[in-house]
């Protein structure tokens, strides 16, 4: 069995915590973080607007924010993977989130994910449009965790 975990900041340790609970002694896990590329493109844009083309040397941002996302994802994954106490293959990836996620729950046999939208509101309000996405899109089957407590019971219409 092989078992997808897709770790966020923010969400991550209840993902870890809910595949440590269906991984077979001689299962398979993939950790996998996702870079969005739009941040490092973004800084990469308003630097060229406040410095010019030829910003001075050490000063792009983007290869800063790439190396802190680097950093990032690295400590995330070694927690994860000390918080399943468990060999890992880790993957950290630069790429469109709902996208690679999908691509990589095609070789999987569950692929986990965390709500990580309007935690308040019970419901499809609950997961972010990348979220969706992948629950819409994964060719395997998801377990959609929450990341703390839901908030309450599922309003009903007009609650």
């Known amino acids: 069995m092989a078992v997808v975990v897709w770790l966020r900041e923010g969400t991550w340790p209840a993902c870890a915590d809910a595949a440590r609970g269906q991984l077979p002694a001689d299962g398979r896990t993939v950790l996998l973080h996702i870079t969005d590329p739009e941040t490092a493109e973004t800084a990469r844009a308003a630097g060229a607007g406040l410095l010019g083309r030829a910003a001075p040397a050490g000063l792009d941002p983007a290869a800063r924010i790439e ?93």
Do not use: N, Q
Not at 120 to 131: C, E, F, I, Q
Not at 134 to 141: G, M, S, T
């Open 67 to 159: 190396r802190l996302a680097a950093d990032l994802s690295r400590e995330l994954l070694d927690a994860a993977e000390a918080r399943l106490g468990r060999p890992c293959e880790r993957r950290s990836v630069t790429g469109r989130p709902e996208r690679t996620v999908t691509a990589a729950a095609a070789e999987a046999d569950l692929l986990v994910c965390a709500r990580d939208g309007d935690r308040s509101r019970p419901g499809p309000h609950s997961l972010a449009p990348a979220t969706r996405f992948v629950v819409d899109h994964a060719p395997c089957p998801v377990l959609l965790v929450w990341p703390d407590a839901p908030a309450g019971p599922p309003r009903g219409p007009g609650g």
